[in-house]
């Protein structure tokens, strides 16, 4: 699986994030000088004799240009060597700890990611041998520990985190896992490449659920992996092409539609999410706020210096779990729904909802805490709802 299918270099000599996210992948049609490239639809490829292929094109799941090109968008914006494109975000992350990991060996997880992360290892791969434990990622000094007392093959952090917005220093958390010979990996879903690039900061490995800011419209399911080591990568395309998990065409179209508007996006969420916490902040009803931008969260600092902006998510804790129920039924502008990142806006009760699988573990959301994704509408409208909603509670 060394050749990998490859496309034309653009012309175009693009640095800032903008101009890659525009134009990295982006060739114009060579027929008909089209500027947005044609979806590939095609399972299969002529080839020029046997074993002739024309630019490493085979087999729909060994390789389709229109994925090809996402993937190559997905390197540029992230600042990493190799990138790949899967069906799901879940599927990205069983490749990648497949990739990585045997029988025996154990992750280092935070206490505060998606419920599916910790249910594909404790369930779905644990019964393989794989091994997790669950620490407050965010101290550092945890970690260092963690790592002393019994080594670990994966260190695996959300930063943001989800959905209690918590703050890792990368930079750090790479400096200790390096030293203890693991391999470190980010998920950059809640921040987006827009945001924030792990891998410049010392990152090994970036996941991302490309389904929510990459994809930004909620109309795609999509993961992703931006890895640095080559022997890794390999490794991982082996599984991508032997598994078979892979995006499909229009989708991956999709997701490379949404990644050309992601910085001017990534802008107007923040701008949003930022006067929403605010808004909450200095409300009776609410108890506590949980967002990277203000000034007393915990992780502000860090946050502040790893990321250009504080992103679209914030949280907020109200007096009890069935207060939080009447709050996310009250809305009507933030939508109830899974999921994040899109343009409109939703909240989620993560104990019921997102998080329902990590019930009862170190991973348990309290129940007063209620998810909000923040999207790009009139922030008057969004906080005019938020302040109806809390007033009929």
């Given at each position: 699986m060394s050749d990998e299918p490859t496309l034309p270099t653009s012309r175009v000599r693009a640095r800032g994030f903008e101009s890659l996210a525009v134009h990295s992948g982006q060739i114009a049609d060579p027929t008909t000088g089209a500027v947005i490239p044609p979806v590939h639809f095609s399972t299969?490829?002529?080839?020029?004799g046997i074993g002739g292929l024309r630019h490493g094109f085979e087999y729909g799941r060994s390789g389709n240009p229109t994925r090809t090109a996402l993937e190559?968008?997905?390197?540029?914006?992230?600042?990493?060597?190799?990138?790949?494109?899967?069906?799901?975000?879940?599927?990205?992350?069983?490749?990648?700890?497949?990739?990585?990991?045997?029988?025996?060996?154990?992750?280092?997880l935070g206490n505060d990611v998606y419920g599916g992360t910790y249910r594909l290892i404790s369930r779905v791969l644990g019964p393989w041998g794989v091994k997790v434990r669950v620490i407050d990622m965010h101290d550092l000094d945890v970690v260092q520990a963690s790592l002393a007392e019994r080594p670990a093959k994966i260190v695996w952090v959300e930063t943001p985190s989800n959905p209690l917005l918590k703050i890792t220093d990368i930079a750090g958390l790479a400096r200790l896992g390096h030293e203890a010979g693991a391999l470190v990996v980010v998920d950059n879903t809640f921040a987006s490449p827009a945001l924030q690039q792990p891998i410049g900061l010392g990152a090994d490995v970036v996941v991302h659920s490309a389904t929510k800011y990459l994809g930004g419209h909620s109309d795609v399911v999509g993961g992703a992996l931006v890895i640095e080591d080559d022997e890794l990568a390999e490794k991982v395309k082996f599984l991508q092409f032997a598994v078979g998990g892979v995006s499909g065409p229009l989708d991956a179209w999709l997701t490379t539609r949404g990644i050309k508007t992601l910085a001017i996006r990534m802008q107007r969420h923040s701008e949003n999410a930022s006067a929403v916490a605010s808004f909450l902040s200095a409300h009776d009803r609410v108890a506590k706020v949980y967002y990277p931008g203000l000034a007393d969260h915990p992780g502000h600092d860090v946050a502040a210096r790893q990321m250009s902006a504080f992103g679209g998510i914030v949280s907020?804790?109200?007096?009890?779990?069935?207060?939080?129920?009447?709050?996310?039924?009250?809305?009507?502008m933030f939508q109830l729904a899974e999921s994040l990142g899109g343009v409109e806006s939703l909240v989620n009760y993560p104990d019921e909802m997102t998080h329902k699988s990590v019930r009862g573990t170190d991973l348990a959301v309290p129940e007063e805490v209620v998810r909000l994704s923040v999207g790009i509408e009139s922030v008057d409208d969004l906080i005019a709802d938020l302040e109806h909603a809390l007033a009929s509670l």
């Amino acid at each position: 699986m060394s050749d990998e299918p490859t496309l034309p270099t653009s012309r175009v000599r693009a640095r800032g994030f903008e101009s890659l996210a525009v134009h990295s992948g982006q060739i114009a049609d060579p027929t008909t000088g089209a500027v947005i490239p044609p979806v590939h639809f095609s399972t299969t490829y002529v080839q020029d004799g046997i074993g002739g292929l024309r630019h490493g094109f085979e087999y729909g799941r060994s390789g389709n240009p229109t994925r090809t090109a996402l993937e190559r968008q997905l390197a540029a914006i992230e600042g990493g060597t190799h990138a790949y494109s899967f069906a799901s975000g879940l599927a990205a992350e069983d490749a990648l700890l497949r990739a990585a990991l045997e029988p025996g060996d154990e992750v280092l997880l935070g206490n505060d990611v998606y419920g599916g992360t910790y249910r594909l290892i404790s369930r779905v791969l644990g019964p393989w041998g794989v091994k997790v434990r669950v620490i407050d990622m965010h101290d550092l000094d945890v970690v260092q520990a963690s790592l002393a007392e019994r080594p670990a093959k994966i260190v695996w952090v959300e930063t943001p985190s989800n959905p209690l917005l918590k703050i890792t220093d990368i930079a750090g958390l790479a400096r200790l896992g390096h030293e203890a010979g693991a391999l470190v990996v980010v998920d950059n879903t809640f921040a987006s490449p827009a945001l924030q690039q792990p891998i410049g900061l010392g990152a090994d490995v970036v996941v991302h659920s490309a389904t929510k800011y990459l994809g930004g419209h909620s109309d795609v399911v999509g993961g992703a992996l931006v890895i640095e080591d080559d022997e890794l990568a390999e490794k991982v395309k082996f599984l991508q092409f032997a598994v078979g998990g892979v995006s499909g065409p229009l989708d991956a179209w999709l997701t490379t539609r949404g990644i050309k508007t992601l910085a001017i996006r990534m802008q107007r969420h923040s701008e949003n999410a930022s006067a929403v916490a605010s808004f909450l902040s200095a409300h009776d009803r609410v108890a506590k706020v949980y967002y990277p931008g203000l000034a007393d969260h915990p992780g502000h600092d860090v946050a502040a210096r790893q990321m250009s902006a504080f992103g679209g998510i914030v949280s907020l804790a109200l007096a009890d779990g069935p207060t939080a129920r009447r709050f996310v039924e009250s809305t009507s502008m933030f939508q109830l729904a899974e999921s994040l990142g899109g343009v409109e806006s939703l909240v989620n009760y993560p104990d019921e909802m997102t998080h329902k699988s990590v019930r009862g573990t170190d991973l348990a959301v309290p129940e007063e805490v209620v998810r909000l994704s923040v999207g790009i509408e009139s922030v008057d409208d969004l906080i005019a709802d938020l302040e109806h909603a809390l007033a009929s509670l």
